[in-house]
């Protein structure tokens, strides 16, 4: 009984996916996508409104926000010096390995 209807659910599910992606590289997936899009901005709302409830002042957060601009500079110094440091072996390692020039 079950191999009676494999192909008819097959087809339903073939069509049902051609269908959607249809209706969703049109106005209605792009309406979903800036939906989507806006959960995050709505969160950081979110956040403001509960550290204003708790009683958290606004410098707070700003001073909060510094803070995390001050540790992504940080973050990125670090970053270029471990770039510079991987460089630095790789040519040590690619002149260890390489015969010396005749």
Not at 19 to 32: E, H, N, Y
Not at 66 to 78: K, T
């Amino acid at each position: 009984m079950g191999s009676e209807w494999a192909p008819a659910i097959t087809m339903s599910i073939i069509a049902i996916s051609v269908s959607a992606i249809f209706v969703l590289r049109g106005p209605v997936g792009k309406a979903l996508a800036q939906w989507i899009s806006g959960w995050s901005h709505n969160e950081a709302k979110w956040i403001d409104a509960k550290a204003r409830m708790e009683g958290a002042g606004s410098g707070d957060v700003d001073q909060l926000r510094h803070d995390v601009e001050e540790l992504r500079g940080q973050l990125a110094d670090v970053q270029e010096r471990l770039d510079f440091t991987e460089r630095i072996l790789a040519k040590t390692r690619d002149a260890e390995r390489l015969p010396p020039v005749r």
